[in-house]
Each structure stands twice: as structure tokens, then as C-alpha cells.
């Protein structure tokens, strides 16, 4: 797993960029766009900042990364920006289309002669889970060239053949994914990528993601937490870690403390 911040000036100026939209709504002074930009977020005025986007280059499998597009807030298409290639998927409270832009590397253009995989953390440390799985990848490869070539020699055009014979390869296959957030569409991935529940994997991309915003912005990086954080307690239920009480829970000490 490798994550890249792709674009770190947006935000070393991302609360003065806001703050510069704030002020025409305001009426107000530009030179106070840094300050009026802080305070749009610490109230939860976040459109200013809509037109900026934090860019990061993730590489891990397949799998993975298809399931962070899954959960989707919402992508727009354009032509123009390599970052934007898909619809709207699904829509969540806070975050409105166009605030996620991504593109996923396509298995189509992978013709290598081996290609690269991850090996998930409980099959690593078991030697024989690790023997059988090592040995299914290299049989998929060797299937995978196989039909290739197989189909070029009847005549296939190398390109098509290429993508016919890609068909097999395994979710645990390695690529990347380039994904834009707006600044408030960042802070909703954390909400649900930072909670213990999330997917492993996908947790400690989000943690990695954290660590370089921190290391430009450490002021937004304190935004991007998880929910149960944000909230002062925990939406998941009877799957609540502990960290904070749930609602029902929150609830009851309320109505207690009321009588």
C-alpha cells in the first residue's frame, strides 16, 4: 500500500482560498480571508471550499480500491480532468455531487509478464494458507498469458487479446487509484474510514491519508476523524467499540440525569 499526496499547496492555502469566497458572501475585506475562512469551517460553512480539491495517488489491490468507490458521496464526469470518470453512485447527508472525483487504473492496459498482488495479513501468517494462495496467483498468471497468446495466435489483435485474457485476474491484484476530495467531503470519508469497523485495509490508507495532511495543514488534519469523534457518540449500535457511548446509551444517561 503507497499513498501520495498529489497536490499539497491547496492545503497550505486551503483556509485562505475559503475564506476568499466567504468574504464576497460577507461582504467583508479580503484581507481577513484567512480568518473568516477558519471560522466558515469551525461553523460548518463549507461551500467556499467546494472548489478546491485534495488529491491523492493510492496504490493497493484491486479489491481494496473498488471498495472505497463503492461508498460513494458523489463524482462527476468531465472530460477535461483526468481525476473524473464516473456518476453519481450514492448519496450521503453532508456532501453533494461533485465532490469526489477518482479515476481507477483499467485492467485492460495490464500486460505484464507477472503481475502484482497483496497478500492479506492472516494468510501471510499462516505458511500453508500462504503456500496455497502463493501457488493460485501463479497459476492465474500463467492462465492469464496462456489465453493471450492463444488468442493472438488465432488472429486476435494483441489489445483485445490483452483485455480478454485480463478477465481472470484476481481482486488482490495491485493498481491505483487517483481521487480528488473537496475539503468536506474529505472530512465525511474520515467519519467512516477512521471508525475501528472499517475495512483493515482500507483504515490504513485513511490513516496514511491523515499523516500527510497533517504534516501540511495540522489544523484541518484535527477535522478528520471519526464519526463517534465528531459526534460525541458512536452511530453504529450494538457494533459500537466502546471508544464512545452509543446513542441509546447517551439517551438513557440524558433521561436520567433529566429526572
Known sequence: MKVTLLNPTVLEDLYKNHGEFACECYNTDKKYAERIGK???????????????????????????????????????????KYAYMDLIEAIPRVSPDEIVKNLASFRYIDKNNFTYIIPSNIEKNEKAKALY?????????????????????????????????????????????????????????HKRLCTRAQEPIRKIALEMKRQVAGIN???????????????????????????????????KLWKQEL
Open 218 to 252: 495540522p489544523v484541518f488534519a484535527k477535522e478528520l476523524v471519526p464519526h463517534c469523534q465528531y459526534l460525541l457518540w458512536c452511530p453504529e449500535g450494538d457494533k459500537c467499540c466502546g471508544r464512545y457511548p452509543t446513542r441509546e446509551e447517551l439517551r438513557d
Open 39 to 81: 471560522k466558515c469551517e469551525d461553523s460548518g460553512h463549507m461551500s467556499g471550499s467546494r472548489c478546491e480539491y485534495i488529491k491523492f495517488e493510492i496504490e493497493a489491490d484491486r479489491g481494496t480500491l473498488e471498495q472505497m468507490m463503492r461508498s460513494e458521496i458523489g463524482v462527476r464526469y468531465d472530460n477535461q480532468d
Open 134 to 190: 502463493q501457488n493460485l496467483m501463479s497459476n492465474i498468471d500463467t492462465t492469464r498469458r496462456l489465453i493471450r497468446d492463444i488468442l493472438t495466435e488465432n488472429g486476435v489483435k494483441i489489445n483485445a487479446a490483452v483485455e480478454d485474457a485480463n478477465f481472470v485476474l484476481p481482486r488482490a491484484t495491485n493498481t491505483t487509484l487517483a481521487i480528488g476530495f473537496t475539503p468536506e467531503a474529505l472530512i465525511t470519508f474520515m
